[in-house]
C-alpha cells in the first residue's frame, strides 16, 4: 500500500489547514484496517491526531479533537484531515499512515506545514 500526502505548505494563522492523502494499492474501506494521520512539529516527537477506519469510525486524539475533523471520500480511495484555527504551534511535518490488523505499518512521505504570517 503506498500513501501521499498533499496540501498547502504555508498557511496563515487561524486559518484552516486540508491535507489529503492519496492511496494506491489497497482499499480504504477494508475493514478492520485504519487510516492515521500523524504530525511531528520541529524539534519534538510524534504526535498522532486521529484515526479513521475502514468501516468510517472516528477516533481524535483529546487535545486536538475540538480543531480536528477527519473524513474519507472511499470513490477517490482518500482521506483528509482538516485542522481548524491554526496557530504556529501547529508548525510540523504531517504524516499519513495506514495500519493493518496485523500490526503492518505504511508511510507516506510527510508534508511540511508552517502556520505563518
Known amino acids: 500500500v503506498q500513501l501521499q500526502e498533499s496540501g498547502p505548505g504555508l498557511v496563515k494563522p487561524w486559518q484552516t489547514l486540508s491535507l489529503t492523502c492519496a492511496v494506491s494499492?489497497?482499499?480504504?474501506?477494508?475493514?478492520?484496517?485504519?487510516w492515521n494521520w500523524i504530525r511531528q512539529p520541529p524539534g519534538k516527537g510524534l504526535e498522532w491526531i486521529g484515526r479513521?477506519?475502514?468501516?468510517?469510525?472516528?477516533y481524535y486524539e483529546a487535545s486536538l479533537k475540538s480543531r480536528t475533523s477527519i473524513s474519507k471520500d472511499t470513490s477517490k480511495n482518500q482521506f483528509t484531515l482538516q485542522l481548524t484555527s491554526l496557530t504556529p504551534e501547529d508548525t510540523a511535518v504531517y504524516y499519513c499512515?495506514?495500519?493493518?490488523?496485523?500490526?503492518?505499518?505504511?508511510w507516506g512521505q510527510g508534508t511540511q506545514v508552517t502556520v505563518s504570517q
Open positions: 479513521i477506519t475502514g468501516s468510517g469510525y472516528l
Open positions: 494499492g489497497g482499499s480504504i474501506a477494508t475493514a478492520y484496517h485504519s
Open positions: 499512515f495506514h495500519k493493518t490488523p496485523a500490526v503492518d505499518f505504511d
